[in-house]
Structure formats: structure tokens, C-alpha cells
């Protein structure tokens, strides 16, 4: 199966500080990439859609100037969580199709983001 | 994307068959039923999909019934390392959108 990776796979960070996590198809081009914020024992929240060479479409409720979504190529995707509080603190995943390929999503292996 | 319905959660022995059931009684005709799972702490996995016949692969069976209003997820003998919430989602392959909606899932914990 096709694979997405995550980087980096945990991070702890100061309230106040910014940090960026990377999300890279391996070995195929994904158009889209969706970020999700998990927090313990909930589901998946959908955040964004991240668009190759476009800007991101945001969901309801998500701060687009809190949580910057950067898709600059067709195998990264980089979300980035400014000004970062313990709030913020929580699993982020990404996931992506196959270009010209939307029958399955291949997801990364999160991201556990601890601000303190 | 159409609302599914699955129970909280599900105890199963191992090495028996886990059988996990979802309603999707508002599907439309060209929304397809998708299974993944997610391990504790990792990304979800997908595990098969399927739109009106029964789906088999190397990790589990699919079974649709015939108004396609609900659904079963088999993992024929289920062991140890498949413990994890299992999600079904109902969606348009290449849709508008593309997005997958994640409802609660059902925690399958398998019993040693």
C-alpha cells in the first residue's frame, strides 16, 4: 500500500512558540491532503483540505490564522500551529489520495503535540 | 456524506469471528460503504470498501445487505492485534469533496 509519513512523530513545545509538522506521500502525488486533530478518546476532526498550489479550505470553526496549512508540492504538506496554547495540545493526522486515485485514504502516523 | 450508526463497543475471543455491525439507513445510490481502523496511537488503516456486493480481501469481509441500509464488517478470526476502533463511513469515491467524516467508531477489543 501506498505510504504517508508524518514528522515529526512527537513534539513538546512551549505555550506562545509555533510548530510545524510535516506530511509527505512516500511514494505517490497526492492534489489533496486533509489534516485531523484528535483529542484522547474522541474521534477524528476533520480540520482542513490541504490543495497543491492553492490555498487550504478550512472547516467550520477552525482558526485558518491559528493552523497554517502549506501544500507547496505534490508529496508535502506542512501544517503549522502558531502561537501555540496547551489547548492545542492533541494527535494530528493527515491523510491523502492517490492522485487520479480516490478509492482509498492512506493516513499518516500522527503527530502528538504536547504545549506546555 | 450520509450519517452512520455503530455501536459504542464490542468484545470478541480471539481467534473467533468479530462481526461489526454499522446502519447507514440514509445512503443515496452512489455512496459506497468504507471500513478503517485505528490502532491506539497510530493513523487509521483502511480495511476494505464496498457498494452493494459482498467484498472480501486478505484482511476482512464485507457483507451489505440488499437495501444497502446497513452493513457488516467480519474479521474471520480475530486476533489479539486487532483491537481498535473500527469506522464506518459512507462516501462518494472522487467526490466533490473527498472528505472523510468520522463518526464514533466501535471499540473492538479482542479477549485473549
Known amino acids: 500500500g501506498a505510504v504517508v509519513s508524518q514528522h515529526p512523530s512527537r513534539v513538546i513545545c512551549k505555550s506562545g512558540t509555533s510548530v510545524k509538522i510535516e506530511c509527505r506521500s512516500l511514494d505517490f502525488q497526492a492534489t489533496t491532503m486533509f489534516w485531523y486533530r484528535q483529542f484522547p478518546k474522541q474521534s477524528l476532526m476533520l480540520m482542513a483540505t490541504s490543495n497543491e498550489g492553492s490555498k487550504a479550505t478550512y472547516e467550520q470553526g477552525v482558526e485558518k490564522d491559528k493552523f497554517l496549512i502549506n501544500h507547496a508540492s505534490l508529496t508535502l504538506s506542512t501544517l503549522t500551529v502558531t502561537s501555540a496554547h496547551p489547548e492545542d495540545s492533541s494527535f494530528y493526522i493527515c491523510?491523502?489520495?492517490?492522485?487520479?486515485?480516490?478509492?482509498?485514504?492512506?493516513f499518516g502516523q500522527g503527530t502528538r503535540l504536547t504545549v506546555v | 456524506d450520509a450519517k452512520t450508526t455503530q455501536p459504542p463497543s464490542m468484545d470478541c475471543a480471539e481467534g473467533r469471528a468479530a462481526n461489526l455491525p454499522c446502519n447507514h439507513s440514509?445512503?443515496?445510490?452512489?455512496?459506497?460503504v468504507y471500513w478503517y481502523r485505528q490502532i491506539h496511537s497510530q493513523g487509521p488503516q483502511y480495511i476494505i470498501h464496498?457498494?452493494?456486493n459482498n467484498e472480501t480481501n486478505e484482511m476482512a469481509s464485507l457483507i451489505i445487505t440488499e437495501d444497502r441500509k446497513s452493513s457488516t464488517l467480519i474479521l474471520p478470526h480475530a486476533t489479539l492485534r486487532d483491537t481498535a476502533v473500527y469506522y464506518c463511513i459512507v462516501r462518494v469515491p472522487g467526490g466533490a469533496t473527498n472528505k472523510l467524516i468520522f463518526g464514533t467508531g466501535t471499540l473492538l477489543a479482542v479477549q485473549p
Open positions: 491523510s491523502a489520495y492517490k492522485q487520479g486515485m480516490n478509492t482509498e485514504a492512506f
Open positions: 464496498g457498494l452493494k
Open positions: 440514509t445512503i443515496s445510490g452512489n455512496e459506497y
